[in-house]
């Protein structure tokens, strides 16, 4: 079993439709991260968060530190939302190094 | 600062080769790290750098990579005898100590 697990892998939404992207994780972690990644490689921080709830925008990010768990939800989806959102977290002992889920690949259609 | 630079973007090279790939991370970052990103997978840790200091190398760190930090700046990751499993994207990021996280736009290898 992985250490950091997504769902779902893959979703497909409408344009406009409110999407969330779920992140479960079994080891202690210092902080957890919300990854965008487009195609050619190239990934963008969305969030870093390690207690309660962030905003930026039309994306939100919330954990739930005794559940180990994290979302990410997109509100208003839109077709230039179409990434890989990758959820990574710092496990304890503040190396700095990320423990990366497999990633969902979401495509909104116009 | 244009954030974290990785040369060369791409790298094409026959199995047996060597090849080297550079990180020019953001210059006030003091940690470095290497990541490798398989198709259709999330990255895995490969080694991290604090300043010049290796700090932590990943099992998947076999004898045939290695790489360095030598003044605490830029990073050389090389892979002796490549493979074709050593395919893939393999990714920079910086930080300092744990914030700022940045990644690079990563190095795509293919051993034909």
């Known amino acids: 079993k992985n250490e950091v697990e997504q769902s779902p892998q893959n979703l497909t939404a409408q344009e406009g439709e409110f999407i969330t992207i779920n992140c479960s994780y079994s080891?202690?972690?210092?902080?957890l991260h919300w990854l965008q990644q487009h195609p050619g490689g190239g990934i963008v921080s969305l969030f870093m968060?390690?207690?309660g709830k962030k905003k930026h925008g039309r994306l939100i990010a919330t954990i739930n530190i005794q559940e180990k768990h994290s979302s990410l939800h997109i509100t208003a989806s839109h077709p230039r939302d179409s990434a890989v959102y990758i959820c990574?977290?710092?496990?304890?002992?503040?190396?700095?190094?990320?423990?990366f889920g497999q990633g969902t690949t979401l495509q909104v259609k116009p | 600062d244009t954030g974290v630079s990785q040369d060369p973007r791409h790298k094409i090279t026959k199995r047996g080769q060597n090849v080297t790939f550079r990180c020019d991370p953001i210059?006030?970052?003091?940690?470095l790290y290497w990541y490798r990103q398989t198709l259709g997978q999330g990255p895995e840790f490969l080694t991290y750098?604090?300043?010049?200091?290796?700090?932590?190398k990943s099992r998947l760190l076999s004898d045939r990579f290695s790489a360095e930090r030598p003044k605490g700046s830029f990073s050389t990751l090389e892979i002796q005898r490549t493979e074709q499993g050593d395919s893939a994207m393999y990714l920079c990021?910086?930080?300092?100590?744990?914030?700022?996280?940045?990644f690079g736009s990563g190095t795509r290898l293919t051993v034909v």
């Open positions: 990021a910086s930080s300092l100590g744990q914030r700022g996280y940045t």
């Open positions: 080891v202690g972690i210092s902080a």
């Open positions: 968060l390690s207690s």
């Open positions: 990574a977290v710092h496990s304890s002992g503040n190396t700095g190094k990320l423990i």
């Open positions: 210059s006030e970052h003091n940690r």
């Open positions: 750098f604090q300043n010049e200091a290796q700090l932590e």
